[in-house]
Nanobody, 121 residues
Framework: QVQLVESGGGLVQAGGSLRLSCAAS????????MGWFRQAPGKERGFVAG???????YYADSVKGRFTISRDNAKNTVYLQMNSLKPDDTAVYYC???????????????WGQGTQVTVSS
């Protein structure tokens, strides 16, 4: 089992920045791929960014150039640096982990509880 706990969400004005963190515990390992997803009210949960054990990264088109995913294996933590935030980025952000390569679908084995990000205009 792997437990994931997100932190770093909050309220920010448009154009601002936030950094989300996801701390993993339990049977973690560097071979896990990690992903960030988000779900806005009335919408389905969707892929935001992913990172493989080899540090290859993947992004949704809507966040490319603004968001950066990274991981610190020594701390079992993955980060999502979010810059130039827009009101459309408002959502609950979820961290996820899976064995094998990162994917853009919801096919992850473990999920965190989510952290709210609200971007005001």
């Amino acid at each position: 089992q792997v437990q994931l706990v997100e932190s770093g969400g909050g309220l920010v004005q448009a154009g601002g920045s936030l950094r989300l963190s996801c701390a993993a515990s339990g049977r973690t390992g560097t071979t896990y791929a990690m992903g960030w997803f988000r779900q806005a009210p009335g919408k389905e949960r969707g892929f935001v960014a992913g990172i493989n054990w080899s540090d290859n990264t993947y992004y949704a088109d809507s966040v490319k150039g603004r968001f950066t995913i990274s991981r610190d294996n020594a701390k079992n933590t993955v980060y999502l640096q979010m810059n130039s935030l827009k009101p459309d980025d408002t959502a609950v952000y979820y961290c996820a982990a899976k064995k094998g390569p990162a994917v853009v679908t919801n096919s992850y084995d473990y999920w965190g509880q989510g952290t709210q990000v609200t971007v005001s205009s």
